[in-house]
C-alpha cells in the first residue's frame, strides 16, 4: 500500500468511527491513551482494511525489577524504561528484587493490580517462577542476565567481553605492559566476560597474563581499594588497572590518594559503565555501558509482543563505548604538576 | 480496648468471615492485598465491633514524579517510596515530570489506569493542576518543595537552614576563618536556605561574612568546578569551601586536582546529600539529606489520607545530618603525603 493511499484510508476509518486520524494513528501503533472500546473499534475496522494492528498493551503498567536501590547504576536503567513507556503512552512500576523472597510478593501484586509485562534487571527468574510468570499471563524480558539465559528467554545485555577487551587495549596502546584487573565477582556472567576480553586485549598485543595481577571482587568502592592496596603492596606494581565496574575504580583513586599517588601520573585507571565516572577526580576513563538503551529496548520487545519472538534473536547485546578522559595516560608520563614540588597553598 | 481483647475480637472476626487473623489484620491496616469483596466484609465485621479500618488504597499504585533521573540523588528518593510501598502492599509508579509540558500527559495517564496518589518531587503543581488532580480525586504530598507550598498542600522537606548551619559551624570550628560558600541556584527554596545558615553560623562564630566569597551556579559538578576555579583565582583565596551539593563539592575536588592542590590539605571542602560522597578521593565531608525517609515519609501521608491532614502539620522537614569524612580539617594541618616529596611511584 503506497504512503498515500494509506493515509487516505486513516482519514476514511476516523471518519467512520468519529474520530481524528491522530486517534486512528495512535491505535495502529498499539498506543494505550485511547479508550479501550474507541481502541476496540477503531482496531476492528482498521483490520477490516487490511492492517495489521499492535497489540497494545492492556494495563497502561509495565513493571520493573532491580535488584537494589543502592548504586548509581540504577537510575539509567529506570530513565530508559521511563522514556520509552512515556513514548507509548504506558507507565513503569519501579520493585527492588533481587530474590525469591521478594519475586513472589512482587508475583501476587503485580498479578492483582494487573501489568503488561515485566523486565527483570540482573535477576534471571528460575524455571518454577517462569512458569508462574506464565500463568499469569506476564511477559518477560530479562536485563543484563546475571548468568547465560536458556535459548526460551528474551533478553537484553551489553558487549562486555568487548568492552573489557576495549579497555585493556587502551592501556597496553598507551605503552603499558604491567596491567592489573580487578574483576567483579564470579557468579556474575558480565564480570566473566570483561575480564576475558581483558586476558585477551593483553594476549593480542602480546603482553604475557601475569595472574598475580589478576584478583576479584564485589562491585563495590571498598573492595575496589582494598584490591587496589593488594596489588600496590607487590613487588613489582602495576602502571595501570582496569577496575571491574565504575564503583570499583573510585576505589581505586581512593587507594592512590591514601598512598600519596595519583592518577594517571602514578597509575592509570579504568572504569566501566560511565555512570558517575565524569565526577571523579580526575574524570575517569570508562567503558560505557548503554543503561538506558538497554531497558528502553527490553521494554519495546515486551510491547512488540510475544509474536516478534519466533522471528527475532532472543538475546540482544548493545554495543560499550570507551570513553578517554583524564585518568589514563602513557607510563612515566609524569607531570608531578604545581602540587608536588612546592604546594600552591591558597592560604594567607 | 486493651489489646488482649482487642486479639480477641480480630480472632473473633477472622472466624466469622472465614478468614485468617492476619487477614483481618491485614484490612485493619488498609492494606490491599486483600481481595476487594473479602476486605469490603471483614471492613463491614470490623466496623461493627467499633474499629476504625484504614481507608485502603483503591488501586494498589501511587505515582511519583521526579525532576530528573540524571544524578544519582534520585536512587534514594525512588528507594524510599518503593521500600514504603512494598511495606504496604503497593506499588510505585515512576515518571519524569519537571514542567507543565509534562504533568499533563502524566495526569491523563494515571487518571485512565487509576492511582491512589501522588508523590511530587521538586515539581509544585499550580493552581490550576492541583486543581484537575482534585477532579480525578488523586491526591498530593510535595516532596522537597522548590519554593514555599502554600498552607493547603501537604509536602515533606528537609532542614536545609540548620544543614548549611551545620556545614559551616564545623569548618568554623576547625579554625577556619576563610570560609567561601557556592550556592545553588536563587530559584531553590532549598538553595537559599542553605546559605542563609551558612551566614549564621559565620555570624554565631564571630566571622565576618565577605560577599565576595559567596557564589551561586546550577547543582552540578560543572559549576561547583567553575566557580571554585574563581573563589581560588581571588587575591585573599578561601581556605575552605561550603558547596551547596555533592555535585557541586565533587566539582570543586576537581579544580582542586586541576591546580595541584588536595582536599584537605590545601582547602577543606564539605558537600550536601551524601549520594556519592563516601565515593570521592577524599571521602567527602557532607551534610546528609534523609531523601528516603523523605519519600517513605510522603508515601505514609498519602496512605493516611485526607482526614488526617486536618490533624497533622501540613509541612513536615526530616532532620540533616553532618557527616564528617576525610575532606576537611584544620587550616594549615597540612600533611604533604609522600606525593608531593618524592614520588612513590610503584614503577619499575
Known amino acids: 500500500m503506497r504512503r498515500e493511499s494509506?493515509?487516505?484510508?486513516?482519514?476514511?476509518?476516523?471518519?467512520?468511527?468519529?474520530?481524528?486520524?491522530?486517534?486512528?494513528?495512535?491505535?495502529?501503533?498499539?498506543?494505550?491513551?485511547?479508550?479501550?472500546?474507541?481502541?476496540?473499534?477503531?482496531?476492528?475496522?482498521?483490520?477490516?482494511y487490511g492492517y495489521q494492528v499492535a497489540p497494545g498493551m492492556q494495563f497502561g503498567v509495565v513493571d520493573l525489577l532491580i535488584g537494589s536501590l543502592h548504586g548509581p547504576w540504577a537510575e539509567e536503567l529506570i530513565r530508559g524504561a521511563v522514556d520509552a513507556a512515556r513514548e507509548a503512552g504506558q507507565s513503569i512500576v519501579v520493585t527492588t528484587v533481587s530474590g525469591p523472597a521478594e519475586f513472589t510478593p512482587w508475583l501476587e501484586r503485580a498479578a492483582r493490580r494487573g501489568t503488561d509485562g515485566v523486565l527483570s534487571v540482573l535477576y534471571l527468574p528460575d524455571a518454577g517462577e517462569r512458569?508462574?510468570?506464565?500463568?499469569?499471563?506476564?511477559?518477560?524480558?530479562?536485563?543484563?542476565?546475571?548468568?547465560e539465559p536458556g535459548s526460551d528467554i528474551r533478553s537484553v545485555g551489553t558487549t562486555n567481553w568487548q568492552g573489557g577487551m576495549a579497555a585493556a587495549r587502551h592501556l597496553a596502546e598507551l605503552g603499558h605492559r604491567r596491567i592489573a584487573a580487578i574483576g567483579g565477582p564470579e557468579r556474575f556472567w558480565s564480570a566473566n566476560a570483561r575480564l576475558d576480553g581483558y586476558r585477551t586485549a593483553l594476549l593480542r598485543g602480546r603482553i604475557p597474563v601475569d595472574e598475580a595481577l589478576v584478583s576479584r571482587g564485589e562491585f563495590t568502592a571498598a573492595d575496589g581499594r582494598h584490591q587496589a592496596h593488594r596489588l600496590l603492596d607487590r613487588p613489582g606494581p602495576p602502571t595501570a588497572i582496569v577496575a571491574g565496574n565504575d564503583n570499583q575504580a573510585l576505589g581505586v583513586l581512593q587507594a592512590l590518594g591514601e598512598r600519596g599517588l595519583r592518577a594517571p601520573g602514578d597509575v592509570s585507571v579504568v572504569g566501566f559503565d560511565d555512570v558517575i565516572a565524569a565526577w571523579a577526580t580526575p574524570p575517569l576513563t570508562t567503558v560505557r555501558q548503554p543503561l538506558a538503551a538497554m531497558t528502553a529496548a527490553g521494554f519495546r520487545m515486551l510491547r512488540a509482543g510475544a509474536a516478534s519472538s519466533r522471528i527475532e534473536p532472543q538475546h540482544v547485546e548493545l554495543a560499550t563505548r570507551m570513553v578517554v578522559r583524564d585518568s589514563t595516560a602513557a607510563p612515566g608520563d609524569v607531570n608531578p604538576g604545581p602540587g608536588c614540588t612546592e604546594s600552591r597553598s591558597p592560604r594567607k
Chains 1, 2 share one sequence.
Open 6 to 48: 494509506g493515509r487516505r484510508t486513516l482519514t476514511t476509518v476516523a471518519a467512520e468511527a468519529g474520530v481524528s486520524v491522530s486517534t486512528v494513528s495512535k491505535v495502529l501503533n498499539g498506543r494505550t491513551d485511547v479508550a479501550p472500546c474507541t481502541r476496540e473499534r477503531i482496531g476492528r475496522l482498521l483490520r477490516g
Open 131 to 147: 512458569g508462574r510468570l506464565s500463568g499469569a499471563r506476564i511477559p518477560l524480558v530479562v536485563i543484563d542476565p546475571p548468568t
